[in-house]
T-cell receptor
Framework: NAGVMQNPRHLVRRRGQEARLRCSPM?????VYWYRQLPEEGLKFMVYLQKENIIDESGMPKERFSAEFPKEGPSILRIQQVVRGDSAAYFCASSPGLAPNNEQFFGPGTRLTVL | AQKVTQAQTEISVVEKEDVTLDCVYE???????LFWYKQPPSGELVFLIR??????QNEISGRYSWNFQKSTSSFNFTITASQVVDSAVYFCALRGAQKLVFGQGTRLTINP
């Protein structure tokens, strides 16, 4: 049973380009969470999605960032017109359901570097 | 609002010493979960433990032990007889409804 998959593991973009980060949840999991870890900091919640729905995006920057979790395929975190401050590790986690005690399983992260 | 504070930014000890990592949290939820994660130099997040707010029993797993005290809103983590492989950044986290709130992390260095 494969764990949470994220790709790419490393992504380099120049300022102004777009970054697309993908997350495939564990089999049977329909809830996905994205977290961002800036250098030398803890992880910060960005967005929580269920299939085809954004449930909580309170941690998402208001501009340039968007997320989706379509009925088929991985969840995508999209960053348009990247800036150097977007350089960070982006972690995805998945869980099977809503109950508070459902564990969130983390992927290995995508490290984005903006030149 | 929920908050997790790890006051120790960095700790450095010599191998075989015991070390305790502090974690203090704030929440208004009556039901919540506390976690510890390890982030080794390779960067992935390794789950260590989960504790729910109704279970104040201390837990021991090998060289690791956790002390949950609701009265002081603390969930401290002790490594006994530390080893070089324990060197990592350790995060304490709190979850109420859904999202995890992480502390800033404690960078632990175990010197041979």
């Amino acid at each position: 049973n494969a764990g949470v998959m994220q790709n790419p593991r490393h992504l380099v973009r120049r300022r102004g380009q777009e970054a697309r980060l993908r997350c495939s949840p564990m089999k049977g999991h329909s809830h996905v969470y994205w977290y961002r870890q800036l250098p030398e900091e803890g992880l910060k919640f960005m967005v929580y999605l269920q299939k085809e729905n954004i449930i909580d995006e309170s941690g998402m920057p208001k501009e340039r960032f968007s997320a989706e979790f379509p009925k088929e395929g991985p969840s995508i975190l999209r960053i348009q017109q990247v800036v150097r401050g977007d350089s960070a590790a982006y972690f995805c986690a998945s869980s099977p359901g809503l109950a508070p005690n459902n564990e969130q399983f983390f992927g290995p992260g995508t490290r984005l570097t903006v030149l | 609002a929920q908050k997790v504070t790890q006051a120790q930014t960095e700790i450095s000890v010599v191998e075989k010493e015991d070390v305790t990592l502090d974690c203090v949290y704030e929440t208004r939820d009556t039901t919540y979960y506390l976690f510890w994660y390890k982030q080794p130099p390779s960067g992935e997040l390794v789950f260590l433990i989960r504790r729910n707010s109704f279970d104040e029993q201390n837990e021991i797993s090998g060289r690791y032990s956790w002390n949950f005290q609701k009265s002081t809103s603390s969930f401290n983590f002790t490594i006994t007889a530390s080893q070089v492989v324990d060197s990592a950044v350790y995060f304490c986290a709190l979850r109420g409804a859904q999202k995890l709130v992480f502390g800033q992390g404690t960078r632990l260095t175990i010197n041979p």
